[in-house]
């Protein structure tokens, strides 16, 4: 088994930057990729950035390309969401997620582990 945690969401203005953590822990052998998901409510998730831990791939999701940045922490489990010119309608509740299968996707069906979510709320 294993977990996944993630912090750092928060209350921000329009135009205002974040950073997410999100930490692995437990049996984290064979864990090939790692995804940033986020759900509106009465929505489905929907990735917004995935990470390839082997070959360090980066997939992003249209509208967060060029604002956000999904990169891995000296610490190996640790993997970091960089938030840049946040919008409002970039709330949402946040979450990571880990995926022992390849290739890498942004399917939320190929995540095995989920973290809990952080919520990002961001204000005109």
């Known amino acids: 088994q294993m977990q996944v945690e993630e912090s750092g969401g928060g209350s921000v203005q329009a135009g205002d930057s974040l950073t997410l953590s999100c930490l692995s822990s437990?049996?984290?052998?064979?864990?090939?990729?790692v995804g940033w998901f986020r759900q509106y409510p009465g929505k489905e998730h929907e990735a917004v950035a995935v990470l390839s831990l082997g070959s360090g791939r980066t997939d992003y999701l249209d509208s967060v390309e060029r604002r956000f940045t999904i990169s891995r922490g000296d610490a190996e489990k640790a993997v970091y969401l960089q938030m840049t010119d946040l919008r409002v309608d970039d709330t949402a509740m946040y979450y990571c997620?880990?995926?022992?299968?390849?290739?890498?996707?942004?399917?939320?069906?190929?995540?095995?582990?989920w973290g809990q979510g952080t919520l990002v709320t961001v204000s005109s």
């Open positions: 997620a880990t995926s022992f299968s390849l290739p890498c996707t942004m399917r939320r069906h190929d995540f095995d582990y």
């Open positions: 437990g049996a984290t052998v064979g864990m090939h990729c």
